[in-house]
């Protein structure tokens, strides 16, 4: 069982470079989002989508870009890495429109900006 | 909006002994409520969640939650630790309208010793 697959798991950028941090998920969810992790401040939202071709804004979402071409598929890309971006990367998927059904999360990316 | 509230960062406890993580919630609608647990590297796993009915919530390794609406509690609970439960624990919470992402708590370290 795959489930939701980020890929690299670690990546070192230096200020002013992009990349694209890939997540794809299995289980054919319509719901995926992206989470920033940092210490003491639990998980952010920083990008979500309700199924391909809908994307929305969470709680962070500058300095990110998101798209989704695939039901599977929703990359993450930093445009330009500043070191506030530093962090560790979570993907999660859940299915049904509703809020009740529990996310599945990838196993992250840690993202240094140097 | 909804927020989360972790009120203790770490909580160091004896193998064998009880322990009881701290939760508390403010939203102006009904919420869902979950705990996940966080292995060192690795992602967000489910431990357990309340949706409606039962206040006591059972969960995997032997951890369960009770929901209290009048204190805005979901407090994780466990009658006897082991090592192997050391992790990072996060409270959420989702509701049923807007964007149903879960808002995170800032997390609780659990550090079981010998």
């Known amino acids: 069982n795959a489930g939701v697959t980020q890929t690299p798991k670690f990546q070192v950028l230096k200020t002013g470079q992009s990349m694209t941090l890939q997540c794809a998920q299995d289980?054919?969810?319509?719901?995926m989002s992206w989470y920033r992790q940092d210490p003491g401040m639990g998980l952010r939202l920083i990008h979500y989508?309700?199924?391909?071709?809908?994307?929305d804004q969470g709680e962070v979402p500058n300095g990110y870009n998101v798209s989704r071409s695939t039901t599977e598929d929703f990359p993450l890309r930093l445009l330009s890495a500043a070191p506030s971006q530093t962090s560790v990367y979570f993907c999660?998927?859940?299915?049904?429109?509703?809020?009740?059904?529990?996310?599945?999360f990838g196993d992250g990316t840690r993202l240094s900006i140097l | 909006a909804q927020s989360v509230t972790q009120l203790d960062s770490q909580v160091p406890v004896f193998e064998e002994a009880p322990v009881e993580l701290r939760c508390n919630y403010s939203s102006s609608v009904s919420v869902y409520l979950f705990w996940y647990v966080q292995y060192p590297n690795q992602g967000l796993q489910l431990l357990l969640k309340?949706?409606?009915?039962?206040?006591l919530v059972k969960g995997i390794n032997g951890f369960e939650a009770e929901f209290n609406k009048s204190q805005t509690s979901f407090h994780l609970r466990k009658p006897s630790v082991h090592i192997s439960d050391t992790a990072e624990y996060f409270c959420a919470v989702r509701v049923d309208t807007g964007r149903r992402a879960l808002t995170f708590g800032s997390g609780t370290r659990l550090q079981v010793q010998p």
């Open positions: 309340y949706l409606s009915g039962s206040t």
């Open positions: 999660a998927s859940r299915g049904g429109p509703t809020g009740n059904q529990p996310q599945h």
């Open positions: 989508s309700v199924g391909a071709g809908i994307t």
């Open positions: 289980m054919n969810h319509e719901y």
